[in-house]
């Protein structure tokens, strides 16, 4: 971290330090002005900062030669929120999208301030501008920070992006794996939920929390699972068997929730063509997506692991 904290905790002092260490570079870039000149450029520097290493760009200091030159002031914006401008910026004119972390830090000189913008290095890259037909990296050692990629960068970023979302058909193949295993029918019709991180770059539950998460009494009721109807995996998967159906719900480590329940198809006539009421799916949708915003903020600490490789029948023991 170029920053020794969160750039939504930082002050004046940590912007004044972070001058005095850093002299542009690759994964450093400091602007005098925040003017339409400067707002055209910016594109081409954050996704640079996100097709490299990541970096951060200061608005508010004047660095000649890339060397930030004190006193370090900062400048009078005229938006009421230049960070929302910058966001805007970068959704129209960067695809895809970036991730933009901004900090708006007031200067000990009166209605001064500075902009710190933060873009990581993005497992989506190649990020391109110019209607997707330019993408530009750092350069280190010129006057100019930001270049045109050529053909092998761009596919070495190009099979970056498919091992991260390979990640993705990993989970969702060892899950149908798991559901098959237990007797769900995947050769039926059926009603087939996905959520999560299109491009997952980390573990946001381990495993063993996955599990305790799925365990607690409440969180279960509130999807629909009820206790003595439940068959939970020690990986933290949940089926459940009710009056002959299946239903099938489990989240990876990498935050990605997969449900599946079959799909009631019904004829009118034997001439009639077999169909389904939709309206139901709703709810498990509001279920899941409520299942996701509080894995969002579940602490995520060491646990006690289970042991084996058996699904639990509630209290009822294990079923091989």
Same mark, same amino acid.
């Given at each position: ?10 002050? +004046? ?8 260490? +850093? ?32 970096? #951060? ?38 695809? %895809? ?16 301030? +500075? ?13 391109? #501008? ?25 596919? =070495? ?36 939920? =996905?959520?999560?991180?299109?491009? %997952?770059?980390?573990? #946001? ?83 899941? #997506? ?31």
């Amino acid at each position: 971290m170029l920053f020794s904290k969160p750039i939504s905790d930082i002050r +004046f002092e940590d912007v004044e330090e972070f001058c005095k260490r +850093f002299h542009e570079n690759t994964r450093v870039e400091y602007k005098s002005t925040f003017n339409d000149d400067v707002k055209r450029k910016l594109p081409k520097v954050l996704s640079s900062f996100a097709n490299s290493n990541g970096g #951060i760009l200061i608005v508010g200091i004047n660095a000649p030669a890339g060397m930030p030159q004190e006193p370090f002031e900062g400048i009078a914006f005229t938006e009421r929120e230049p960070g929302l401008t910058v966001q805007s910026i970068c959704r129209d004119n960067i695809f %895809p999208e970036i991730a933009l972390y901004t900090s708006f830090v007031s200067s000990r000189v009166p209605d001064k301030a +500075f902009l710190v913008l933060q873009v990581n290095e993005s497992p989506k890259a190649p990020h391109a #501008i110019e209607n997707s037909t330019q993408v530009y990296v750092r350069t280190e050692g010129s006057t100019e920070r930001t270049s045109l990629a050529d053909i092998t960068l761009i596919e =070495r970023m190009l099979l970056r992006r498919r091992e991260v979302l390979g990640r993705w058909e990993e989970f969702y193949a060892e899950s149908e794996r798991l559901a098959k295993a237990v007797g769900f029918a995947l050769g039926a019709p059926r009603f087939e939920l =996905r959520i999560g991180p299109r491009y %997952p770059t980390e573990i #946001i539950i381990p495993r063993e929390k996955v599990s305790e998460f799925l365990g607690e009494h409440t969180r279960r009721y509130n999807l629909g699972f009820l206790q003595q109807e439940v068959l939970r995996h020690p990986a933290g998967a949940f089926l459940t068997r009710h009056e002959g159906s299946v239903r099938y719900l489990n989240i990876g480590e990498i935050g990605t929730v997969h449900y599946l329940e079959p799909l009631e198809l019904r004829q009118e006539t034997k001439e009639s063509t077999p169909v389904t009421n939709l309206w139901w799916i709703t709810t498990p949708i509001l279920r899941a #997506i409520s299942l996701v915003a509080d894995l969002m903020g579940y602490p995520t600490s060491p646990v006690i692991t289970f042991a084996g490789n058996k699904w639990k029948n509630g209290s009822h023991g294990e079923i091989p």
